[in-house]
């Protein structure tokens, strides 16, 4: 498909963006991840980032095919397992993109003096928002559009990932490149490529997010069942 230049904020109104997306969305269906970044790194340039959870860097590696020195963009909640810690500090050495590090306004010692501790227990939709959600929507302020890792294999709730959609909360294009991928095809491309991935997926997690909020999954559970396992909660909210 063709692709249209977006210089900046101004010229890109809401109404054109949404527009654009959701005619993209349509037209890249059955494009290759890599063709859906390149219309995206073509369209956005500098205002296009992709956001990692450092679960692997799969989006972050194909992104960086498409544009050398893309902008990465990682939430540190402050409860990340050190593994987690490590594949972006990697990522950062190895990889020809650029890594931001967002952190909430709170540190886990100052959230605890005002909230309580293990607020994660007793009020995660709070403790997302203020950890997650705040923080990625302030980073995300200078971008018109981000690409996510969501596949729609990964749970119910993602079925209908589109590979480029509007992002009502944000008035943002989201692009999932890999959304119509397999876990199969996930392990292809980090075997082929060499891509890091967290070393915790090779010990029993299907998922990772905050360590208090993440287990290891038992036989037969979708990869994201790991995740505030034994909660309604299914999503951090930043997706929602
Ligand atoms: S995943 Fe858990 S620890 Fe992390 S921000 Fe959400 S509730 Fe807090």
Redesign the pocket.
């Given at each position: 498909m063709t692709t249209t230049q977006i210089s900046s904020d101004t010229d890109a109104h809401t109404e054109e963006l949404k527009a654009l997306a959701e005619r993209a969305g349509r037209d890249l269906e059955d494009a290759s991840a890599l063709e859906i970044l390149q219309w995206a790194t073509d369209t956005f340039g500098k205002k296009f980032c992709v956001t990692s959870s450092m679960e692997d860097a799969v989006v972050a590696h194909l992104a960086s095919r498409a544009m050398p020195g893309v902008d990465v963009v990682f939430l540190d909640?402050g409860?990340h397992f050190e593994e987690t810690i490590g594949t972006r500090d990697a990522v950062e050495a190895v990889m020809d993109v650029n890594v931001i590090t967002l952190t909430p306004r709170q540190t886990v010692a100052e959230q605890d003096a005002e909230f309580g501790p293990r607020l994660?227990e007793r009020d995660?939709d709070l403790?997302?928002a203020m950890?997650?959600v705040k923080p990625l929507e302030e980073g995300l302020t200078q971008y018109a559009a981000w690409a996510t890792g969501l596949r729609r294999d990964e749970s119910p709730t993602r079925a209908n990932t589109p590979v480029v959609g509007w992002d009502e909360k944000r008035r943002k294009v989201k692009v999932s490149p890999i959304a119509r991928w397999t876990q199969d095809d996930v392990d292809a491309y980090v075997t082929e490529h060499g891509v890091l991935t967290n070393p915790l997926l090779m010990d029993g997690y299907g998922s990772v997010?905050?360590a208090?909020?993440t287990r290891r999954l038992l036989e037969g559970e979708d990869a994201r069942a790991g995740r505030w396992a034994g909660r309604a909660k299914t999503e951090?909210g930043l997706h929602g």
């Open positions: 909640t409860y994660f995660p403790c997302c950890r997650k997010g905050c208090p909020c951090c």
